[in-house]
Every structure is written in structure tokens, then in C-alpha cells.
């Protein structure tokens, strides 16, 4: 069972950055998609980015042009460059791999991003 470990998040002010890293136990060249979710307070989780294992990205409209998501197959890790960093980016960011078949679907533990103003 592949596990997932987020590092990477912190206390920055608004317009900084932070790079967030989510490293795997084992390979990750089988899993269909990776991406970020985030979760704020009294909020649901939401989609942040993701990324297919043939390289096509999706993101949220809240942070397309901020942030950039990026895989290293190599060292079974996954990274969210975020830029421009704005208080309402504060929340929990989770890592989540998932394969169709066989089925696999998996959460990191989360790391929490505080932007503050």
C-alpha cells in the first residue's frame, strides 16, 4: 500500500511563496493522476490542481497562473509550486494519487498553508 507524506507548508506573508512536496513509499509511474486538494475552515475540500500520468494538468480557476503542479516519476514525489500567495489560499493542502485499475485511491496526511495579509 503506497503512502503518501505532504511537506513543504508554513506561515508566509501574502504575495510570498511556498513550494509543497508530497513524496510516495513506492512508484507512482502507475497512478492515472496525482493532485493537490485544499480545505479551509468550515469549508469543503476542494480541487487545487492535478496532473495525468500522460502530463495533462487541471486547476482550479482560484489559482490557474499562480500555481504550477509538477511530477517527478523518478523520485515518486509530486510538487505544487504556489506564487503570488493570497490569504484565501490559506487552508490544509491533502495529496491524493488514485489508479482505475486495479482500483487504488489514496490521501496524504496534510500540510497546512497559512497566507497571512
Known amino acids: 500500500q503506497v503512502q503518501l507524506v505532504e511537506s513543504g507548508g508554513g506561515l508566509v506573508q501574502a504575495g510570498g511563496s511556498l513550494r509543497l512536496s508530497c513524496a510516495a513509499s513506492?512508484?507512482?509511474?502507475?497512478?492515472?493522476?496525482m493532485g493537490w486538494y485544499r480545505q479551509a475552515p468550515g469549508k469543503q475540500r476542494e480541487l487545487v490542481a492535478t496532473?495525468?500520468?500522460?502530463?495533462?494538468?487541471t486547476y482550479a480557476a482560484s489559482v490557474k497562473d499562480r500555481f504550477t503542479i509538477s511530477r517527478d516519476n523518478a523520485k515518486n514525489t509530486v510538487f505544487l509550486q504556489m506564487n503570488s500567495l493570497k490569504p484565501e489560499d490559506t487552508a490544509v493542502y491533502y495529496c491524493?494519487?488514485?489508479?482505475?485499475?486495479?482500483?487504488?485511491?489514496?490521501w496524504g496526511q496534510g500540510t497546512q498553508v497559512t497566507v497571512s495579509s
Open positions: 496532473i495525468s500520468r500522460t502530463g495533462s494538468f
Open positions: 513506492g512508484s507512482i509511474a502507475s497512478f492515472n493522476a
Open positions: 491524493n494519487a488514485v489508479r482505475y485499475f486495479p482500483t487504488f485511491n489514496s
